[in-house]
């Protein structure tokens, strides 16, 4: 089951829309498309879902062949929450036509190509002078060689994490059973990178080489657990 995404624009369903979406080309439009002003960009349509403001190569076009692929249903037509899971839907459908998204077995599996990554800028990378330390504050240690863009477990499946590097600024992508206790892992939309967060890693952090601070993670029994890259030349 992937997180819940980009519910703005999703609630408000007040108005009768007047103006044609240049997308499924029905009258799905509350404002003038033509206008060049925050309601007319910022609006969606409540017929397909697409997004006026939506600038990328033929967003017009792809985004109708993702809602095809749905099942051309109406949007607004769906009660709150199926119209967040549909829009969710049609929206991966359509980022799918320009990135990497890993499918729904490759989630659940955790295999994925390496472009889930490298295509957001993240190097793999294997580096014999760095290793990758965490400690838990029950006394538990372990030392990783340090290899981003890779899935790394601790003691269990659900305690996993990947590392992340892009321009010498490093990330902790953090597993489902790491997450806990962050106030900020809402269903709101966390930022960044569609099609690996938040549907496997549900929030991403800086680690912060050289330096020494070390990021901290809490599982569900509240324990914490503290990451750090460090150099493994003396
Ligand atoms: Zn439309």
């Known amino acids: 089951m992937r997180a819940k995404l980009f519910t703005f624009g999703l609630k408000e369903d007040k108005g009768t829309p007047e103006y044609v979406c240049p997308s499924c080309n029905r009258i799905g439009l509350l404002f003038d498309p033509a206008e060049n002003n925050y309601k007319a960009q910022d609006q969606l349509c409540r017929i397909c879902g697409f997004r006026i403001s939506d600038k990328h190569d033929n967003a017009v076009k792809n985004w109708n062949d993702a809602w095809t692929e749905c099942g051309r249903e109406i949007l607004f037509d769906k009660p709150y929450e199926e119209r967040c899971e549909y829009y969710r839907k049609t929206f991966y459908s359509f980022y799918g036509k320009y990135f990497y998204v890993a499918s729904d077995m ?129």
């Open 106 to 234: 490759e989630i659940e599996n955790k295999e994925f190509d390496d472009k889930l990554f490298s295509q957001y800028g993240f190097l793999h990378k294997k580096d014999d002078t760095k290793k990758i330390l965490v400690r838990c504050d029950d006394g538990n240690f372990w030392e990783f060689s340090y290899e981003t863009n890779t899935i790394i477990y601790l003691d269990d499946l659900k305690k996993y994490f990947a590392v992340g590097e892009d321009h010498e600024r490093f990330y902790l992508f953090a597993g489902d059973g790491l997450t806990h206790g962050d106030s900020s892992a809402t269903d709101a939309y966390r930022g960044g990178y569609i099609g690996f967060v938040p549907d496997m890693f549900p929030l991403y952090y800086p680690l912060f080489y050289p330096d020494d601070r070390e990021c901290i993670l809490m599982d569900q029994d509240k324990k914490k657990y503290y990451f750090k890259i460090e150099c493994s030349v003396a």
